[in-house]
């Protein structure tokens, strides 16, 4: 009755997924697992929250399933549900004692119900989780990103209003110095700027010292010279993270499979274990995910880590064979990589 697959599912998390009220009740009858976690610490509460089935969390709820139980990226019920934008779902945990602050911040970015809502526009859920009494001022403590500047970069109009009407800060900055209305105009998302323009004390001012955006765009367009110059003059640039998405030069020049711009970042120290924000993803999975197979093999050898875990738990052989839905598009490269990453490890 507890059985799992090789990812760690089994019968009550397919029912709950699915809503399939009358097999989820024969099997918590016969005594299956309520708390079962699968191989990414998902419950059957989780899926049934992520995917909006009222009927089948108030069932799990009233068999007393833990319903502030995280994953390995940090999430639990209720923020499965706000940022899926199951209103009556999200509704339901509230009522059921759900910690709207539930997050363990146990990586840089850890989702929480506030912030997996503003991420993806729920204002309604926004509104909600205030009225319980969620921060609405509540930064990650790495970056000081508020729900209200993802909604700025998202170019979530309603989902930034209602935080506002609710008393957030168009003021705060995060660790890179920007305000919600400089992201917002960073990610070209005019409408929530003007809006923002409105209601912060704070001026947008245009950039005078060259940004990890002009970095990516020099890596894009292969400008090696640009790359060197700006090296010299701003060393620190090498290690310059992308503000929300968490992305370096090294990892986006692995992403595009630019070896020589990565061997030139790798050169003035860029950091080549730095993880992203969304995925915990090296410079190296980035490089195995899309493919590189010239940046995996110079990555590995000038001493990047094939044991390093994602915010999921998957290395970097893991994505090698299986990139969460499909084999690597490039079959070849990734039967290279795979054999590459076994032959070092042994």
């Excluded at 709207?100 to 911040?105: L, S």
């Excluded at 509540?138 to 000081?144: I, K, L, N, R, V």
């Excluded at 493919?291 to 052989?317: E, F, K, M, P, W």
Aim: hydrophobic share 45%; charged share 15%; net charge negative.
């Amino acid at each position: 009755i507890n059985g799992q697959d090789v990812e760690g599912i089994s019968g009550l998390h397919v029912a709950a997924a699915n809503g399939h009220i009358s097999l989820a009740e024969l099997l918590l009858e016969e005594g299956a697992d309520i708390d079962v976690a699968n191989n990414c610490g998902w419950t059957p509460l989780m899926h049934a929250a992520q995917h909006g089935q009222v009927s089948m969390v108030s069932l799990l709820i009233r068999h007393n399933a833990n319903i502030n139980a995280t994953n390995v990226l940090g999430a639990g019920a209720l923020t499965l549900a706000a940022g899926g934008g199951h209103h009556s779902t999200v509704r339901l945990l509230l009522e059921a004692g759900a910690d709207i602050a539930v997050g363990r911040f146990h990586h840089t970015f850890d989702p929480m119900p506030l912030t997996a809502a503003a991420t993806n526009g729920h204002a309604s859920i926004i509104s909600l989780l205030l009225q319980e009494g969620c921060p609405v001022n509540q930064a990650y403590p790495t970056t000081g990103t508020t729900a209200l500047m993802l909604c700025a970069a998202g170019g979530h109009l309603q989902a930034a209003q209602a935080l506002i009407e609710h008393g957030a800060d168009p003021d705060l900055k995060d660790m890179c110095g920007k305000t919600a209305l400089d992201i917002a105009v960073a990610c070209t998302k005019m409408e929530v700027a003007e809006f923002l323009r409105t209601k912060t004390q704070v001026a947008h001012s245009p950039e005078q010292n060259p940004t990890i955006n002009d970095m990516l765009d020099a890596i894009g367009k292969t400008d090696l010279k640009w790359i060197n110059e700006m090296l010299k003059e701003y060393p620190s640039s090498a290690n310059w993270t992308h503000p929300i998405k968490g992305t370096t030069p090294l990892m986006y020049a692995a992403e595009l499979g630019h070896l020589d711009i990565a061997a030139l970042l790798v050169h003035n120290n860029a950091d080549i274990e730095l993880q992203d924000y969304s995925s915990g993803w090296t410079a190296l999975m980035h490089a195995v995910f899309h493919g590189q197979t010239s940046i995996v093999r110079y990555l590995v050898t000038v001493g990047a880590s094939v044991d390093a875990l994602a915010c999921n738990g998957s290395t970097a052989l893991d994505i090698a064979c299986y990139n969460g839905q499909s084999v690597i598009p490039h079959t070849l490269d990734g039967t290279y990589v795979a054999h590459f990453f076994i032959s070092r490890k042994h």
